[in-house]
């Protein structure tokens, strides 16, 4: 019985990774059908916000790969903690913006 809880942790972990992926695929698919309305309303050819949206995606990719880079190293409680504290700043400071 030892034996078989880390082969059905590891399963787990697949199937909420399996899961987990086509979601940023889906967020960029809606994020492209609403492009020329985006384009639109910002005055800018579709061109160049088809590059910001590459841009997007490019460091989500790239930061997905360092945020798991770094739960390796300093642990995932620590690293969860640190996103939820910052996330929680940066949605406090939105009252300071000048809009």
């Known amino acids: 019985m030892r034996g078989s809880k880390p082969m059905q942790y590891k399963w787990v972990v697949l199937t909420v990774t399996a899961v987990g992926m086509p979601m940023s695929g889906i967020n960029l698919r809606v994020v492209t059908i609403g492009l020329p309305t985006i384009a639109a309303s910002l005055g800018a050819d579709l061109e160049t916000v088809l590059w910001v949206t590459q841009a997007y995606q490019f460091i989500v990719t790239i930061g997905l790969l360092m945020i798991g880079r770094l739960t390796d190293i300093f642990g995932r409680v620590k690293i969860y903690n640190l996103g939820f504290d910052l ?5 406090a400071m939105q009252f300071l913006a000048k809009w």
């Open 87 to 91: 996330h929680g700043r940066i949605c």
